[in-house]
């Protein structure tokens, strides 16, 4: 059974950094692409960034650009997003996912397995 498993949430003070990491398990994962996507109370789930088996990455510019880098330890099967100057407009819970089909997409139906979030806060 695939299982996907984010850590490393929790409250922060506006300009501070938080580090979230996913654990993936029942399979290996290094061959997929992986995201991140974040919702926030009464919004549509948001895409946050990916990144591909290869390496290569992408990220909401919009929102994060410049603040926020994914990475991957395809030995481990762990995908992370480290954090960085973070904003109260950051607040969201945080999902971890995977593309099994190699979409490379933004879109939440681009992903085939979903973590349980982590939730995020950052105080003004």
């Known amino acids: 059974q695939v299982q996907l498993q984010e850590s490393g949430g929790g409250l922060v003070q506006a300009g501070g950094s938080l580090r979230l990491s996913c654990a993936a398990s029942?399979?290996?994962?290094?061959?997929?692409?992986m995201g991140w996507f974040r919702q926030a109370p009464a919004k549509e789930r948001e895409f946050v960034a990916a990144?591909?088996?290869?390496?290569?990455?992408?990220y909401n510019e919009d929102s994060v650009k410049g603040r926020f880098t994914i990475s991957r330890d395809t030995a481990k099967n762990t995908v992370s997003l480290q954090m960085n100057s973070l904003k109260p407009e950051d607040t969201a819970v945080y999902y971890c996912?995977?593309?099994?089909?190699?979409?490379?997409?933004?879109?939440?139906?681009?992903?085939?397995?979903w973590g349980q979030g982590t939730q995020v806060t950052v105080s003004s």
């Open positions: 996912a995977v593309d099994v089909t190699t979409t490379w997409g933004r879109r939440p139906g681009d992903y085939t397995y």
């Open positions: 029942g399979r290996t994962f290094s061959n997929y692409n």
């Open positions: 990144i591909r088996w290869s390496g290569g990455s992408i």
